[in-house]
């Protein structure tokens, strides 16, 4: 029979020995965090259909893929509705970036290569613009094109909310990732292409990015160097030698390109690595001013989410440094 004293401390020893499995559980159970308010502020791309909508019959679809830390991970396939999701600074710096995620041509990771890289843009400043393409498989009439009709009209509607928006219209930035680093890649050395008839004031103005930032992307559409699911989805499964040639930003690079900075990591299974390398050594071929930086660690689709402990951890602030250097 417990007395007082006994009852009392087994009950204390008992709460210890709870309360230490509980701090266990807790130490062994990674911590999961609310993921941030979805932006609000959304312009639509066109102002009506896009271009060559006429028998494009696909259903857009937002798929949550999911992450073990419960941030938001979407992809949108088939994508109708193009758009630019706003995100803006507290404290203007006058920039902007408009940016371009990634997915293969099949598909834009929306919230990994999107919300996120503009969410830490925006706290230094830039007004950011998260672009919604569409995507080429999708029986669009312009095919290849319609992600650069796109993006030759994100970069001309962003210029044509300057002054509302607290940006300059000479500092526009374009960052692209992995099949977003070829549509920003191929607006960088295409931007007077035309892709598209005019449809209102904003087409009057340019699509020439003031500065182009390619993050792991995909460049070359030549066998070897070029991942091959972006390939098929732009060009199908046997692309001539003139659409890998015409294709390939590499390729068109001209001494009218704005500034690049490109990122990659040498350890990158996905995209070879020699895609930044070609683009780099094009751009110096024409006395471009870029910047390459390889880091040893860090895969591919790193963006902002699977950085920190590795080398890539260095790109953003680096970006930033170019960005001021070159004044976006």
């Excluded at 290569?113 to 569409?134: K, N, P, Q, S």
């Excluded at 030698?241 to 900075?261: G, K, N, W």
Aim: charged residues 20%; contains cysteine.
């Amino acid at each position: 029979m417990l007395n007082r004293r006994g009852t009392l401390a087994s009950l204390t020893g008992g709460l210890l020995a709870s309360a230490v499995a509980g701090a266990a559980q807790a130490k062994a159970k990674p911590k999961t965090q609310a993921p941030p308010m979805d932006p609000t502020e959304i312009l639509s791309l066109w102002p009506g259909d896009p271009p060559g909508a006429s028998g494009v019959t696909v259903v857009e679809t937002i798929i949550e893929r999911g992450d073990p830390k419960g941030l938001r991970d979407r992809a949108v396939t088939h994508t109708r509705k193009p758009t630019l999701t706003v995100i803006r600074p507290a404290k203007p710096n006058g920039a902007a970036v408009i940016l371009m995620p990634g997915g293969g041509y099949e598909r834009v990771v929306t919230d990994k290569e999107g919300f996120e890289t503009a969410r830490w843009l925006a706290d230094h400043g830039y007004t950011c613009f998260v672009l919604l393409y569409r995507l080429p498989g999708d029986g669009w009439g312009a095919g290849p094109d319609a992600p650069l009709q796109d993006a030759q009209r994100a970069v001309r509607l962003a210029r044509s909310r300057a002054a509302a928006m607290r940006f300059d219209p000479a500092r526009v930035a374009i960052m692209g990732f992995s099949a977003g680093g070829h549509l920003a890649a191929s607006l960088t050395t295409r931007f007077d292409a035309k892709v598209y008839d005019p449809v209102d004031a904003a087409d009057d103005l340019s699509a020439r990015p003031d500065l182009s930032c390619l993050m792991y992307a995909v460049v070359s559409m030549a066998d070897g160097p070029a991942h091959g699911g972006s390939r098929k989805q732009l060009l199908g499964p046997s692309p001539t030698p003139e659409q890998i040639a015409l294709y390939s930003p590499d390729q068109t690079v001209t001494d009218r390109v704005p500034p690049v900075f490109l990122v990659h990591a040498a350890d990158d299974k996905t995209v070879p690595v020699a895609n930044s390398l070609m683009m780099f050594t094009a751009l110096k071929a024409k006395a471009v001013p870029a910047e390459l930086h390889v880091f040893e660690e860090g895969g591919h689709g790193f963006g902002m989410r699977s950085i920190t402990g590795k080398p890539v951890a260095a790109w953003p602030a680096l970006f930033a440094t170019f960005a001021k250097r070159h004044g976006v």
